[in-house]
């Protein structure tokens, strides 16, 4: 598959003429309006109050916590850094396991009445930091996302996956090697459902605006979704699908009246993809997958129907914010994060990016038409590098999404929102190429950070052996 790389594109024209001549359809601002007219300076309404403005910064874990689940030092300076980048709405910061079995790996954040402390400091750091750098943070908005990793925890060993299944998935379980895997038991979710409620009262104690109850990306809350043939209380129908996130809900509502509840949701989702002979990924369905969440049956298309049924369930639910994004970036990492280098573990990718970046656009631009009330944050801009500026204007402008997230950006360039707000030119040096070893560290046993661009992490012992790794994938 043969595409431009967006460094090749030296201006925002030629930008547009590429999208146009390969009749990729993404909006795009050939140049910002002054800064006081800036739809992505405009404030947002949300419950009654105010978010100062159209940016936001999507969860990023890090890999990098303390083994009982506390931020660390890397952990403070990542969320420090999204505290100074000029967006005034924190979606999540990042994800923090409700339990143990949960765990992404043995350094995830976990909220549990032993670390709340140090995590509503982190907080409180964070308000305190963008107070210095902006004048005030009545304006600013903080969720914590909240997680059970399902079928990709590693809650004791980061070389082991002890996987919580919602469901038999054939093609998830050949793999990622969970054939004879029992299913997790209604108990076992109701065990689960407790600890979200609960931890969702602590995120109220820790002072945070919302939380987000994550339904994305494969994990738990994903999974259910697509639970069609699970029997019991939380498969089959939508409305037992769901069950899983109303009772978490209600029950935080109940506990926690001044906490809101949102979600970072999967839109939709495709079929697992490998790597085929020539390393360019390609489906492991054969033309049908039946177990999509908003795919459309054949495992590389999407099918907004029963998206737009969730919503209404999420809608009747009190729920008024969401955090979208697509796919998982375990088995099909070019829909969710639209990439030019594939990570160490994926595959080349089968079609250009900006198509990637095209679809997550229509999809919410869809979503935002059907639910004009409710907030959309959009998501997968990072890879159109020096001109997500100008499409995040155009969006935003357009009312496609209310709001534009940030996530690979924001670990290579903390300041990028704040310099577009003030009209100032990107740093180039600063900006995103989608290189993904903020990926391929945690997936070798590292801690997340941002290898070729952040001096930090650049200068740690990490980087090296990193690029031993990807020198030995490539002599394969
Ligand atoms: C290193 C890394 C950590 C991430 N951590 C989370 C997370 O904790 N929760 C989540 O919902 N998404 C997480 N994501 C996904 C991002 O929030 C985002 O959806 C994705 O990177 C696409 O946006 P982008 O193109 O701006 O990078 C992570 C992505 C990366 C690269
Ligand atoms: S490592 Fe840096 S340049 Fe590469 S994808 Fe991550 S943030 Fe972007």
Not at 20 to 47: E, F, H, M, T, W
Not at 132 to 149: E, N, P, V, W
Not at 448 to 471: F, N, V
Request: charged share 25%.
């Amino acid at each position: 598959m043969s595409f431009s790389k967006i460094v090749s594109l030296s201006t925002v024209e030629r930008f547009i003429d590429y999208l146009s001549d390969n009749g990729i359809s993404i909006p795009v601002c050939s140049s910002l309006p002054d800064v006081s007219k800036l739809a992505l300076g405009q404030p947002l309404s949300y419950r009654g109050r105010v978010i100062g403005n159209r940016w936001a910064i999507l969860p990023m874990e890090g890999w990098d916590c303390e083994r009982d689940g506390c931020p660390s030092e890397l952990t403070r300076r990542r969320w420090l850094r999204f505290a100074v980048s000029g967006a005034k709405l924190l979606y999540g910061c990042e994800a923090a396991a409700v339990m143990v079995s949960g765990k992404s790996s043995t350094r995830q954040l976990m909220i549990t009445d032993d670390t709340v402390g140090a995590i509503a400091r982190l907080r409180a750091d964070v308000v305190r930091t963008h107070e210095q750098k902006f004048g005030r943070s009545g304006d600013l908005c903080i969720g914590l996302q909240l997680t059970h990793s399902g079928r990709y925890s590693h809650p004791y060993d980061d070389a082991k996956l002890d996987s919580v299944i919602a469901y038999r998935n054939p093609l998830l379980d050949r793999k990622f090697g969970n054939e004879g895997l029992a299913v997790a038991s209604d108990e076992m979710i109701e065990e689960m459902i407790a600890a979200f409620v609960h931890a969702g009262k602590l995120a109220a104690d820790a002072g945070f605006d919302f939380v987000d109850i994550k339904h994305a990306h494969g994990y738990f809350g994903h999974e259910l979704l697509s639970a069609y043939h699970r029997t019991g209380r939380f498969g089959g129908s939508l409305e037992n699908r769901t069950r899983f996130f109303r009772e978490i809900a209600t029950g935080i509502r109940k506990q926690s009246p001044s906490i809101d509840v949102s979600l970072r949701l999967s839109l939709f989702d495709f079929a697992p993809f490998v790597k085929g002979a020539d390393g360019v990924g390609v489906p492991m369905s054969d033309g049908s997958y039946e177990y999509a969440f908003g795919g459309d049956g054949t495992g590389v298309g999407y099918d907004l129907r029963e998206t737009i049924e969730l919503v209404e369930v999420l809608k009747a639910a009190g729920v008024t914010m969401i955090c979208t994004t697509v796919g998982s970036p375990y088995y099909n990492p070019h829909i969710q994060r639209p990439a030019a280098i594939p990570v160490v573990d994926g595959y080349l990718p089968p079609e250009d990016p900006l198509r990637g970046v095209a679809r997550q656009v229509a999809a919410v631009a869809e979503m935002k038409r059907r639910f004009p009330d409710m907030i959309f944050v959009g998501s997968g801009y990072s890879y159109l590098q020096d001109y997500l500026p100008n499409v995040a204007e155009a969006v935003v402008a357009a009312g496609m999404a209310d709001a534009v997230g940030i996530g690979r950006m924001v670990l290579s360039y903390p300041d990028i929102c704040d310099d577009v707000l003030r009209g100032r030119p990107l740093t180039r040096n600063k900006i995103c190429r989608t290189i993904g070893d903020c990926t391929n560290a945690p997936r070798n046993g590292m801690p997340s950070g941002c290898y070729p661009l952040d001096e930090y992490y650049k200068t740690r012992p990490e980087a090296e052996r990193l690029r031993e790794i990807k020198r030995a994938k490539v002599s394969l």
